[in-house]
Structures are given as C-alpha cells and as structure tokens.
C-alpha cells in the first residue's frame, strides 16, 4: 500500500533510559502535533534521530523495535556526526548565514563532509523503507542534501521538502563554499516550501544565479524536471491552545500568578537561546522603558523564559553568560524591596505553565533579528480567548507577514520597541479586541492541520502535473536521435502545431 514518509532531524520523541531500559514519550512539539495525523496512520512512517547517542547494537535493537511500534524509524549518530553534522554544519555554518548572521559562521571542510555523510545515512535509511508510489516529505536545514540523493536513487518517487529556518538573500547565501552542491540537493524535490514569500523569492534567484537552471514564475526547470517552489506559512494547533485556558491545572497556575503579580502588568518573553532571537536588544528596549518612564518602576515585570539550547556552541555560551549580566544589572539598578523588573528562566517549562503565561500575560513581546516563522506569537495570539492582550512582534519573523494587527517592530530600533511597550501598556481594551480579534480569525484558519493539508495536496498536484510535462518534454537523448534520423532520411515532412489542434 501506498504511504507517506516523513524525514527530519529528530524524532517526534523524547526519549530517557534508567537502568538499561528506554521510554519514549511522544513530544508535544508543533510539527509533530499536525504530522500526528499522517505519521500515525496505517503503514506510514517518521524517520529522524532519537535524540540520544546509542552505539551498543544490542541496544540500537531494542529502541528501534520500540520505536516501530509508534511507526518511528531511528537513524543512529555517533557523537562525532553530532559535533560535526548537527551541531558543526548545520548549527554552525547553516543556521548564522541563513539568520544574516554570517560573522559568525564557521566554513569547515570537516563540517561539510560530516553534512554530506550524514545526509547518506539518512538516505540509506529511507531507501530501505521506500517503495513505488510512496510519498517522502523532508524537513528542514539539516537535510538538505537529501532529496538530491533520494531522487538520484529514485528518480519517480513523490518528494516534498520544507525549509522551516529563512532561506537568505543571494548575496548572502553565495558566501557559502558549497552552495551549488546544497541548491542541487534542495531541488531534487519535487515541491520546495518555505514559511514566507520573501524566502521563496530568495531561494529562486540564487538558484537562477549558481546553477545552470531556467526558472519561470515559480518553476525551476532542472534535469528535464520541473521543480515548484512555494511558499507555505505554518500554522499551530490553534484548539489546543485556544482551549487549554479551561484546563485546572492552568487555571491553578494562573491563579498562582495573580496571587505573585497582583498589580503589576507582565510582559512575556519565550525563546530558545540564541543570537537570532533578540533577547539581548529586548532587555535593552525594557532598561530604556525604566530609565525614561519611571513611573513604571514597581508596576511592570518582564517575565522571560530562554530554554537553554546548543550551548556548547561557543556563541551560545557566550550569549547566555551577556544575559546573566544584563539581567543581573537592570535587576540590582532598578529593585525595590517588594518588585523585581525581570523575573528570568533559564530552563523550560510545561506546556500549562506556558499557557498561563500566555493567558495571563497583558504583552507579549517577540522582538527576533530573523526568525523563519516563530510559534510563540501564534501561541499567545490563540491562547487569548477574551480577545484581549497586545502583542508586539518584529518585522523579521515570518508570522509578521500574516499578524499585521500586532505593534510591528524594527528589532534594531531599541527606542521604537520601547515606544511599542509604552503604546501597549496604554492600548485602550476595544483596540487590543479588534487587533486580538483579527489576529485569531487568521491563526484559527491557518491552523497546523490545514498547513500540512495544503502541503500535501499541493505536492499531489505538483506530480501530476509533471505527469502532463513528461508527455511533451523531449530529453537531451531523444532529441539526439530525432536529430539524427532528420538528417538520415530523404522524405520529410514538417508538421506545424499551435497550441495542440493537430
Ligand atoms: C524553528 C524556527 C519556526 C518554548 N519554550 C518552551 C516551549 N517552547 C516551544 C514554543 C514553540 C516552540 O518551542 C518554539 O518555536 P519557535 O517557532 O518560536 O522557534 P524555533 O524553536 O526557533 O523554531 C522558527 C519553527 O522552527 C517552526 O517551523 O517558526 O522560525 O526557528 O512551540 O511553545 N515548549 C515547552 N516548554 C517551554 O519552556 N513545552
């Protein structure tokens, strides 16, 4: 029977062991919330890393049947394809070019070679499970190269692939030794989505301006096939969200935080730690609301969470001590014995703590220096289910091309989202309902499962249109022996056609 395989980096599991046993516990990530639907049906199947290091093949065994059980299919990596395919290629070399962070990216011969044998033994994995008529939708900046290789394999079988990090402008992307080689992978889907139609754009020009490809509109010819390049926004489980706010344990956490905050309002800050966020410039903007309004002093807290993410990265590492200090700082200038300006997390938390924060919260203040998409703006926005609350959001993220009712921000200006602050703490309750209002008709119709839904239509009608090309495209051999036999043979006869009447 015909099905559907999903490829990603990591597994939609969490997985822990004690005493040589495994648990899997299914994570409650956004992606893995809307693949839900197709991964756990029939003979369908995920495929990505564990999460853990497991080399013992006894043990890989064990996991692996586990896994199957939940239609997982594990790719095992050793710590050293970790260093220097995840944490070296990707998170060093991939992920700062594409935030226009390229000062910090590392170009390493020893990186790429780890990305390119990594992507093989995810391929390998996938050819092993593949079948005619199956369908493979690739996830994401850590896999590339993958298409590529699957349809040099497998030229007739169905791919997708989506980019969910921002694919940057040419000028920057060319600076990347092995751009070529990663254009070439990328366009072996058939159908390449990203969250924004900048990205989409950006991706069409670098690959009209590296590769020897002609592209129409948004079709890239390439190898005689028509790739379609797309742009597909993600979307949450807006329901889940929307709902939680009923949940008891919620409500008890909510009712925790009137108890801790009484008067004060509270700005919200969610991010993993990292540079592309603007967490530093956040509290920059919050020390300047302080020092030019000082009658917000014992009256407004941002309340800030950064979950603690690849700080082995040197740059991480570094981020992470700046905001220990900015932190400490703006606290030890401006407490008073009974306030703290910034109560700051350096860990994760429940999804209910999250969404008390989300429904409690009068601002939620999202302020990143690029960000593909970014869900906790659509979180806060779906969690508000009176309608009220303001939302300030950067014009770097991608959800600021679909949130236009938010206070929409310059992450660099420090003054204006000081300014957008003020505004919001003053934003009249009609405004934040008509703004609130329409930001949740948005986030409730362009939910994770119509996301995934159009991705997947699109994809079948992508190949069925390639169907339609294939009956009249001539390939470079066919078009030899055409030539040949023209010029071999003494009766010819030239048929003319427009437009398909003969
Ligand atoms: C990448 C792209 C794109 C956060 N803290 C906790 C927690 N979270 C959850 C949020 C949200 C997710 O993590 C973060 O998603 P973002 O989209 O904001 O950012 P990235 O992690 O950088 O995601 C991004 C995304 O991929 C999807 O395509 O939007 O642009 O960078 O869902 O709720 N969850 C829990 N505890 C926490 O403390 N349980």
């Known amino acids: 029977m015909r099905k559907t395989i999903i490829v990603s980096n990591r597994l939609p599991v969490k997985i822990s062991e004690a005493d040589g046993d495994y648990t899997l516990q299914p994570s ?9 639907s197709i991964y756990r049906e029939g003979n369908n199947i995920w495929i990505g890393w564990p999460g853990q290091e497991i080399t013992d093949q006894k043990e890989q065994d064990k996991v692996t049947k586990q896994l199957r059980k939940m239609n997982l299919m594990p790719v095992f990596l050793t710590q050293d394809e970790i260093n220097n395919f995840y944490e070296g290629f990707s998170n060093e070399t991939l992920w700062p070019v594409f935030h ?3 000062v910090y990216a590392r170009y390493e011969q020893d990186y790429w070679d780890a990305y390119y044998q990594v992507n093989r033994k995810f391929r390998d994995i996938v050819l092993k499970v593949a079948e005619p008529g199956d369908i493979i939708w690739i996830h994401d900046y850590q896999l590339l190269l993958l298409p590529g290789m699957i349809r040099a394999e497998m ?7 989506l980019q969910h990090i921002p694919f940057p402008s040419y000028e920057l992307f060319r600076l990347i030794p092995w751009r070529a080689e990663i254009l070439e992978g990328m366009l072996g889907a058939d159908l390449m989505g990203f969250h924004t139609f900048d990205d989409t754009r950006h991706f069409l020009n670098a690959a009209s301006r590296i590769l020897p490809v002609n592209t129409s509109a948004n079709i890239v010819s390439y190898n005689d096939r028509a790739v379609v390049v797309e742009t597909f926004p993600m979307g949450i489980d807006f329901n889940k969200y929307a709902e939680m706010g009923n949940d008891p344990e919620v409500l008890q956490q909510m009712q925790h935080l009137k108890e801790n905050f009484q008067q004060d309002r509270l700005i919200l800050s969610i991010d993993r730690l990292d540079y592309s966020k603007g967490i530093l410039q956040r ?10 309004h000082p009658e917000y002093i014992g009256k407004v807290v941002l309340y800030m969470i950064v979950v603690p993410s690849r700080d082995t990265v040197p740059q991480y590492k570094e981020l992470r001590d700046e ?15 009974a306030w703290h300006p910034i109560q700051y997390f350096y860990r994760s938390f429940p999804l209910e703590t999250l969404s008390a924060l989300y429904n409690f919260a009068d601002i939620c203040l999202v302020t990143p220096m690029r960000d593909g998409m970014n869900l906790v703006s659509k979180e806060y926005v779906a969690s508000r289910h009176n309608n009220d609350g303001v939302l300030i959001l950067s014009e770097m993220a991608g959800a600021s091309k679909e949130l236009i009712d938010a206070i929409i921000v310059n992450p660099n200006n420090i003054g204006a989202i000081t300014r957008a602050i003020v505004d919001a703490l003053n934003m009249p309750l009609p405004e934040q309902t008509r703004r609130m209002k329409q930001m949740r008709t948005i986030v409730a119709k362009f939910n994770i499962h119509h996301w995934v839904k159009l991705f997947m239509t699109r994809l079948h009608e992508v190949n069925d249109m390639q169907q339609n090309m294939l009956a009249r495209l001539v390939n470079q051999e066919t078009a030899v022996l055409i030539r040949q036999q023209y010029h071999n043979t003494k009766k010819r006869i030239t048929f003319l056609d427009y437009d398909g009447p003969l």
Request: net charge neutral; hydrophobic share 35%.
């Open 283 to 292: 509290l920059q903007s919050f020390e300047l609301l302080l020092q030019l």
């Open 323 to 337: 905001i220990d200090k900015y932190v400490g700082n703006i606290n030890a200038r401006f407490r008073t014995l």
């Open 28 to 36: 409650e990530g956004g992606l893995a919330t809307g693949l839900g």
């Open 155 to 161: 030229p007739e079988r169905s791919c997708g692939c």
């Open 100 to 102: 226009y962070m390229s």
